[in-house]
């Protein structure tokens, strides 16, 4: 019976891996739709993709989270006038928490946007329509990340220069690998004392 309990303790070791990776799990369909249709703007006026950045990601993940509990109005989101933005005291942590800092972030673009359901369309719309396009049609962004909570969205661009960069100098274990990290080894640890 050694075989068998082998070969199901590596079938559970596959099916647990599929599932650490289906896109189900993440839940990312609106921050996609808007990326394909940021990506088609680009590519009609002849620029090239947008490549993703896990920590450009991290950061508007965790914009958004400080947005999700304001409500959608003309002095916030994609029709802000410039300079009135809703400003963070406690923006250099959300930096850290995303191992990032104001000298690799600095001439990024980070751009949030409130819309009620989030409905594609209109999200779409409210980037390539509105002041953000400015930065959306500009060759100096080379990388993007997208995060959203409740009716908010946030497009954070990145640069090809080191000042943009939103890359750390040691490259940082992200969360994610973390915790899928921990779910294997927990994982692991059951199926060795079930099968074992
Ligand atoms: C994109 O490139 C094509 C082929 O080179 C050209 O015909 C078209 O006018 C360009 N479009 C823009 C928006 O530059
Ligand atoms: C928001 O809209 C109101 C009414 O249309 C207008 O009076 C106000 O100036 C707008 N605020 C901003 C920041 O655009
Ligand atoms: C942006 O979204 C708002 C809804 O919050 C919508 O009323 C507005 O028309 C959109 N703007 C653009 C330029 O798409
Ligand atoms: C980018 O958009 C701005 C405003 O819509 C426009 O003035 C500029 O010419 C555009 N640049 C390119 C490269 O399309
Ligand atoms: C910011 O991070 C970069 C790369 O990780 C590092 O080289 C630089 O010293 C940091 N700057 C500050 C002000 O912490």
């Known amino acids: 019976m050694a075989f068998s309990k082998l070969s199901l303790f590596f079938s559970l070791l596959l099916l647990s891996f599929l599932f650490i990776n289906s896109p189900v799990f993440c839940g990312t369909d609106e ?67 995303c191992h990032l800092n104001v000298s690799i972030t600095r001439d990024g673009a980070v751009m949030p946007a409130c819309v009620p359901n989030l409905v594609p369309d209109l999200v779409l719309t409210n980037f390539t329509q509105s002041q953000y396009s400015d930065n959306l049609n500009d060759t100096k962004y080379t990388g993007v990340g997208i995060g959203s909570h409740g009716d908010w969205i946030v497009v954070v661009l990145t640069t090809g220069t080191p000042e943009g960069s939103y890359a750390p ?28």
Request: negative net charge; hydrophobic residues 40%.
């Open 169 to 196: 100098a040691t490259s940082a274990t992200s969360v994610v690998t973390e915790i899928s990290l921990m779910y294997h080894l927990l994982f692991l640890l059951v199926a060795a004392f079930y099968l074992l």
């Open 31 to 97: 921050k996609d739709n808007l990326l394909k249709g940021i990506n088609s703007y680009r590519a009609s006026l002849n620029l090239t993709s947008l490549t993703k950045n896990d920590n450009a990601a991290c950061l508007a993940d965790e914009l958004a989270d400080q947005f999700k509990n304001q409500p959608c109005t003309n002095s916030t989101g994609a029709n802000t006038v410039p300079g009135t933005e809703p400003q963070f005291a406690d923006y250099p942590n959300l930096l850290g928490k």
